[in-house]
């Protein structure tokens, strides 16, 4: 059916797009509506909800789009989600949002969130760039590179979970939706509709991603780069601008690195142990860029007395994307 829609042009294929993401985004939001109110009704604790339910459901747009990569064989689109996701959420969420006020940082973030979303790029950047042994087939993202991935999301839960127990007062209740008085029934309704809006909103995407891509004449990378990685990093955006409007700007960093880590450990690491993902043409450049923006607001942070991204690195990060932006699309 979607391949009839995308025959009578590539505006179809835009339009199909948007309306992905908004299937996405809608689906996302009533399946942790659902899932939190159910979780509630047996007793399960706000802080315990926040670093399931909730985190797992803020990464459900970027894990349904390359499940839906992955099993159409798209293994360009599946990486650039990913690692052009990261790049948006550092470089222009971060970079706005500084722009906007600057960001505090928590000791947390500092320690122990942004070295992990370093690691995951310069992991990501090796397994790209050096063909690896234990019989992988070339450079790029195979079985055991996935495997690897897992491990250190099992690590960052494990972490995450043992720093909530022994610092409750720094944890997620806030981020858990308000739905004790959810009934059951539209409970499970809101579950059964959010997996349906997440499959739904993820064919279109892919499907009419890969058509504007070959109707532009350009790599499916490119695509996932820019419009799919904009895409699903769209509900980050709000979130993190809107705060900064407020004034409430420290949580950017929380939701921007915790996405990142993620993104690559748990979404990408699931996709390559389901499927390898080879390299393709410019990704040591892309990985490198993942890991740089880390690495950035690393520094920002650590430098200054106040512990925060002033707005003069906000601007260094949206002009160091510009630039990447500008020589990537110049180079294709």
């Not at 908004?22 to 670093?51: C, E, M, N, P, Q």
């Not at 942070?301 to 707005?311: D, G």
Request: net charge negative; with cysteine.
């Amino acid at each position: 059916m979607i391949e009839d829609l995308l025959a009578y042009g590539w505006w179809v294929a835009a339009v199909c797009i948007v309306v992905g993401f908004v299937a996405l985004v809608k689906g996302a939001d009533w399946l942790v509506d659902g899932a939190s109110a159910i979780a509630k009704r047996f007793g399960i604790s706000d802080l315990v909800i926040g670093l399931t339910v909730v985190a797992f459901g803020t990464s459900m747009p970027e894990f349904v789009v390359n499940m839906v990569s992955v099993a159409e064989g798209s293994t360009d689109l599946a990486i650039t989600n990913i690692v052009g996701s990261n790049i948006i959420n550092t470089f222009v969420i971060l970079g706005l949002t500084a722009l906007v006020y600057p960001i505090a940082s928590q000791k947390r973030s500092r320690d122990f969130d942004i070295p992990m979303s370093i690691i995951a790029g310069v992991l990501v950047l090796i397994f790209v760039a050096v063909q690896l042994p234990f019989g992988e087939a070339g450079k790029g993202i195979g079985h055991l590179g996935g495997a690897v991935l897992l491990a250190f999301f099992c690590y960052f839960l494990y972490n995450t979970f043992r720093h909530a127990k022994d610092h409750p007062e720094e944890g997620p209740s806030d981020e858990v939706p308000s739905t004790k008085e959810i009934p059951v029934r539209r409970a499970i309704a809101l579950i059964i509709g959010g997996l349906v809006g997440l499959v739904v909103g993820g064919e279109l995407i892919v499907k009419s991603a890969v058509d504007l891509a070959t109707r532009m004449g350009v790599s499916e990378a490119i695509i996932g780069l820019t419009i799919v990685a904009l895409g699903t990093s769209l509900p980050e955006l709000a979130t993190s601008v809107i705060a900064a409007a407020k004034h409430n700007s420290d949580i950017a960093i929380g939701n921007v690195f915790g996405s990142n880590i993620f993104n690559v450990f748990f979404v990408l690491g699931t996709s390559a142990v389901i499927r390898p993902l080879p390299a393709y043409e410019g990704i040591e450049l892309d990985a490198c860029m993942a890991a740089m923006g880390s690495i950035i607001v690393w520094l920002a942070v650590k430098t200054n007395k106040e512990r925060k991204v002033q707005r003069w690195a906000g601007a260094l990060l949206l002009v160091v994307y510009g630039g990447y932006l500008a020589y990537r699309l110049w180079t294709v």
